[in-house]
């Protein structure tokens, strides 16, 4: 039995080792950029499930018991929402971004506000909030469109549709 060489670690990830052999009928290419917008997606959710989950522990006011239980049954959606979404990063063989640091620089919402907004605001920014993951999960509807990516596409439909109906019982809650 014959000893292999072994390199010595460099930190870097070899992206290519992984999916050297991977066809599962999506290019290289497509599955890089389905991959780098799902990182998005993932990013976006995940600030998203912070900032609500925030917002339940700190509501306070005449509809605490109201929002407190809308905000709960919010988060823990969300919080089922990221496991799929990084599985599916995993599933066209790259890595899932998993840290603050990485989650910050990728996401197109604002961190929760350090000081808690009053009740009324705090549904304001979920309702936004909701809005722009919708717009960053319908941005890579054309790309996996092209790649032919049906997964993908069902992935972002149902994160569609939440997000989409969440934001508007939001907002009916802000009309006079």
Known sequence: MSKKKTDKPTGK???TAATAGMNIG???EDRAAISQGLGHLLADTY????TTHNFHWNVTGPMFNSLHAMFMVQYTELWNAVDPIAER???LGHVAPGSYAQFGQLSSLPD???VPPKAMEMVRVLAQGHEAV???ARSLLPLVDKASDEPTTDLLVQRLTV??????MLR???ED
């Open 112 to 114: 929760a506000p350090a």
């Open 89 to 91: 990063i995993r599933s």
């Open 172 to 174: 009916a809650m802000l």
């Open 13 to 15: 990830v070899d992206k």
């Open 47 to 50: 600030t998203l499930y912070l």
């Open 134 to 136: 919708a717009r960053t």
């Open 163 to 168: 997000h989409e109906q969440a934001a508007w």
């Open 26 to 28: 999506i290019s290289a």
